[in-house]
Structure formats: structure tokens, C-alpha cells
């Protein structure tokens, strides 16, 4: 179990700053997704890129339950976007993914968080 403990901390580092990056070079992709009821579009997308970033940095270091609390408050927070994706047939285009695409993709959000909350055990 230790093995895929560790196995599955040096996968969600990288995904996590990997995706973190892409919210700077990329972020129109993010900016799709956004529920137009908030504000700040692009101060939000690059807010939670830049925690993405640090929090995936940081499951690799002695703050690893830290970062992986980060992760999950993240992932909480941006989830009102995977609604607005399911929800938003401009956004499914945007993202050339379908309804059904969107619905199934939602809840491995709720895998993510599981795994995080593994993680911030340690």
C-alpha cells in the first residue's frame, strides 16, 4: 500500500502543477468554464493555477498534508465550474466535449478529493 501511496503523490504533483502551468499559458480553456455569475474570470483562473502550482509542489515536501488540505479546498471551490460545464452547451463547445462527457467527468472530482484526504493523513 506505501507503494502506491507514493506512486499516486509524485502522479498528483505532477497533474497538479502540470495543470497549474496550463492556467497560465492556456487559460482561455479555464476562462470556458468559468459560471458567468462570478467575477474576475481571469484573476480567478490564474489564482487557482498559481495554487494548483504550489499546492502540488508541496505534496512533495514535509507540508505534503498540508498541500493536500489545499488541494481539497481547491477542488471544492472550483467545482461550481464543472457544474457551469454541464450545464453551459457554450461551454461543452468551447471544450468540444459533450453533456454526457461533462456529467461523467464531474464526479472524479469526488476521486480526487478522496485521494487528497489520503494524502493529507500522512
Keep these: 500500500m506505501q507503494m502506491i501511496k507514493k506512486i499516486t503523490i509524485y502522479i498528483m504533483s505532477f497533474a497538479y502543477v502540470w495543470i497549474g502551468v496550463r492556467h497560465f499559458t492556456n487559460p482561455d480553456f479555464f476562462l470556458n468554464i468559468m459560471p458567468p455569475y462570478l467575477s474576475w474570470h481571469l484573476e ?27 488541494i481539497i479546498l481547491l477542488l471544492i471551490f472550483v467545482f461550481p465550474a464543472n457544474i457551469y460545464l454541464i450545464s453551459s452547451q457554450e461551454a461543452q463547445i468551447a471544450l468540444d466535449i459533450s453533456r454526457n462527457m461533462a456529467i461523467v467527468r464531474a464526479p472524479f472530482q469526488l476521486v480526487f478529493i478522496a485521494i487528497a484526504y489520503w494524502h493529507s493523513l500522512d
Design 44 to 70: 480567478l483562473v490564474y489564482l487557482s493555477g498559481a495554487f494548483e502550482i504550489v499546492f502540488g509542489f508541496g505534496l512533495l515536501t514535509k507540508l505534503r498534508k498540508y498541500a493536500a488540505r489545499g
